[in-house]
């Protein structure tokens, strides 16, 4: 695979921490629409523990060169989200939503995943990494939209924050293309559940309307900035066609309400019979 | 004892030893009765991102104040193991990620089964069973700071016992996290109270007794908490757990190490 393999040891050493004391945007006023934003892409970056909850109750907990990744990129995203919330200031948090299908898929998601888990192994680790990396993209497109909206100072601090999601990214590009290269049963798994749900990770807990105020506020109607995405994440093994970031352009918060159809393009994936690993 | 977040997140940092000659156990070793020790609490430590998952699966992590705490623990834990790995280095022995992997993978069933319980305790129960979680925690948190203290006592080798004080007052914190919450969240519910003490004096073992085999663990109890010393702290550490609301009469601590033979000429309190 890659030669130069990602350094998890040197990472681990050295994260990004608390950035309060070195932020040059602090107290810079903001659109109110571009501070929601803001804290709509803090929410994601405190937010790692339902993702982290059902990627533990699988075979990836027992790999110590993920956790150890995973134990510091969880610390990092808490301090970008920190920094987020410091330039962006208080305002109001919408409602993790409510009904009775949140609801049981927030409880009984990890559940679900952990027996589920059980028959997929180790591909479920590829699929993981995979949506780690598209998230990291979208949001990555987010921030890189806030700091054209921003004043100078706070564009400065949203480029360092823009900085340390690239290195994350470094890591879950290298894991997914492995894993994705490696199982066909990851790239199966892969085109499955990314389609399935709704982007940037976590938009599921929010109200619909939040994330489409959020993508509304940042991108205008011009929606050239998923193709950009959705170009790399037809470059990875067994995922062209898939869409998934022109679809939350014009459906943002929204899970498609079904799987769109296999890309006649797509080579790596061969075709599985429906229905075997609803996982949500 | 009020606790607060932000504090502890700003200030939670890796523990540190580069200060710390660790070559000095290049001239002067530990002996193999500590090195044995060391290699137990360094399994615990880096074993905390399965307790990790056991607590995100409950209904806790939608709590900021629980996720915030959470992920700083975590990062702590993993770098006290790699503090101890590093001293158990030094001696020769390696403690990679591969032979981790091995490990966790040699838990089998019962790390495929614990999640799922896990999750359906927390679901069942709701959110009382995070009352349990942070009691469990507390116990355990109080259980590793003695351990570092009692082998830093038994041990005062230059350089190991300036870094596991370290780790010991980072351990400290984290008691000082779980009691607060435990104490709140048991105080709120009756359910939350007989739950939780049933937990524990049925179902809690010492910390590691659910990822090291028996014999390692009646080793490194004995080795740290036997004699009139051990049970001295031992019984110190039951006292605070019996503090938490519901608890009254507890002593799992003792009780633990009774079972595994310890104190047998010593008399029940
Ligand atoms: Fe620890
Ligand atoms: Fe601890």
């Known amino acids: 695979m890659s030669t130069a393999r990602f350094d998890v040891a040197a990472y681990v050493r050295q994260p990004s921490g608390p950035m309060r004391e070195t932020l040059t945007g602090l107290g810079a006023a903001l659109p109110a629409d571009l501070a929601d934003a803001l804290r709509y892409v803090q929410r994601r970056a405190q937010g790692t523990g339902s993702w982290l909850a059902r990627v533990l109750v699988t075979a990836t907990h027992k790999d110590a060169r993920i956790t150890a990744f995973l134990s510091t990129w969880a610390y990092e995203a808490h301090w970008f989200g920190d920094a987020l919330a410091a330039l962006a200031g208080a305002g109001p948090v919408p409602a993790i939503r409510r009904g009775i299908a949140a609801t049981v898929r927030d409880r009984f998601g990890p559940l679900w995943e952990a027996v589920v888990a059980n028959l997929h192994g180790r591909a479920l680790t590829g699929v993981q990494m995979t949506e780690r990396l598209v998230d990291a993209w979208i949001v990555d497109a987010m921030l890189e939209r806030a700091q054209h909206l921003a004043p100078a100072a706070v564009a400065a601090d949203l480029a360092r924050i823009r900085e340390g999601i690239a290195r994350q990214a470094h890591f879950f590009a290298e894991t997914a293309s492995e894993a994705l290269m490696g199982s066909r049963a990851a790239r199966v798994l892969a085109r499955r559940r990314l389609a399935r749900r709704a982007w940037p990770i976590g938009a599921e807990r929010e109200p619909v309307a939040a994330t489409a105020d959020a993508i509304r506020t940042l991108f205008g109607p011009d929606a050239s900035w998923a193709d950009g995405i959705d170009a790399r994440i037809d470059a990875l093994p067994g995922l062209a066609g898939l869409h998934i970031a022109r679809r939350t352009s014009r459906k943002p918060g929204r899970r498609p309400v079904r799987t769109p159809l296999r890309s006649v393009r797509t080579r790596h994936a061969a075709p599985v019979p429906d229905g075997k690993d609803e996982a949500r | ?269």
């Open chain 2, 1 to 269: 004892m009020a606790f607060d977040i932000d504090t502890f997140a700003e200030s939670s940092t890796a523990v540190a030893w580069s200060d710390i000659d660790l070559d000095a156990f290049r001239e002067n070793p530990l002996p193999e009765d500590s090195l044995r020790a060391l290699r137990y609490m360094c399994d615990v430590e880096y074993h905390t991102v399965c307790y990790l998952r056991d607590m995100l699966v409950t209904p806790s992590h939608g709590d900021g104040e629980v996720s915030t705490f959470m992920t700083m623990w975590n990062r702590e834990e993993y770098w006290h193991g790699e503090a101890l790995a590093a001293v158990l280095k030094v001696h020769g022995i390696e403690v990679e990620y591969d032979q981790l992997k091995a490990s966790r993978i040699k838990l089998g069933w019962r790390d495929r089964i614990d999640p799922i319980k896990q999750a359906v305790y927390g679901n069942i129960v709701g959110k009382d069973f995070v009352a349990t979680h942070m009691s469990w925690g507390s116990v355990n948190e109080r259980g590793a700071a003695s351990a570092y203290r009692r082998l830093a006592a038994l041990e005062p080798h230059p350089a190991l016992a300036p870094l596991l004080k370290r780790i010991a007052a980072q351990e400290s914190r984290h008691i000082a996290f779980y009691t607060t919450q435990a104490t709140k969240r048991l105080e709120e519910s009756k359910l939350a109270r007989a739950f939780t003490r049933f937990a524990l004096s049925k179902v809690w073992g010492p910390v590691g007794s659910t990822i090291e085999p028996e014999e390692e663990v009646r080793f490194v109890m004995g080795y740290l908490f036997d004699g009139p010393d051990g049970l001295r702290e031992v019984r110190k550490m039951d006292e605070a757990i019996a503090k938490l609301p519901g608890m009254q009469g507890l002593a799992i601590n003792e009780a633990a190490f009774r079972a595994r033979g310890l104190y047998a000429d010593l008399p029940a309190a």
